[in-house]
């Protein structure tokens, strides 16, 4: 498995693990926005920066979803 | 409530799919009406990877589609012209090194009317009452001769119980991947896995809502629900 990491963008992400997208799905609420229509070409601490989410727990749930 | 419909043999389909076919040669053409985010941009990079067509025209319905697969085209090196019909977008993407398609050359889109859009509704894992085991056999055949439909079959939705279909170590999995492999889009009902624990258990498809699905419903010239 590549290593994700923060610089990736969430197409990046999703694309290369299509499993992630449920993770994004679940941040949509805290974030207040759907970040797979609005930051689909943003790298991950980008959007933990603009949304104020915790990046690595964002990192942490990506990681876990694809691992499973 | 169970609709059910005959369609005819493949051998009586109409030659309109052939012309479709010699077509598909220079252009490809994604219907991703009813998708989410990313699901378009993620359908238009499969395709983009797999084929490089000369040209590729990708059918949305919102907004942020529309603006997401045109910036995914024009980063893969596409000039993009957009046209809007109504509530819909075709993005229309030519390679830089390819024929390019000039929108005032083009015919304006046509409504698709040669091919019926079929949505099969599922909400359980068997078919019938009475005998699980039977049920769950009737369903594997039901799914297998779904591709009987051909083209007209559009997308398959599966919820509640419907989902475990989908599921590492199903049965039914096979069938369904063969399914998406030939172009039938598969959603999977996203809090139908949470509720399950499934939800990363899910081995094909993809995770939808229920926007998608009454939108899939609402754009569907026939629904059938199991």
Redesign the interface.
Known sequence: MENINAQMT??DV??KY??T??VF?RYDQKAGA?L???E??EPLWKVAEKYHLDLNKLMYDIEE?VA? | MLKFTMWPRRDEFQPSMKLHTEVNRMMKELDCRGLACPGPVLRTKDLLENHRPDVIKVIVDNEASKQNVKRFMESQNYKVNVEIDGSLFYVIGSDEAGSEVQSEERPAPEPHVETKKIVVMIGTDRMGYGDDELGKKLMLNFLATLKEMGDDLWRLILINNGVKLTIEGSDALPILKELADNGVYILVCGTCLTYFGLLDKKDVGETTNMLDVVTSLQLADKVINI
């Open positions: 969430i197409l999703v694309s299509r499993e997208e449920a799905k759907c797979c229509c609005e689909l070409f979803a499973i």
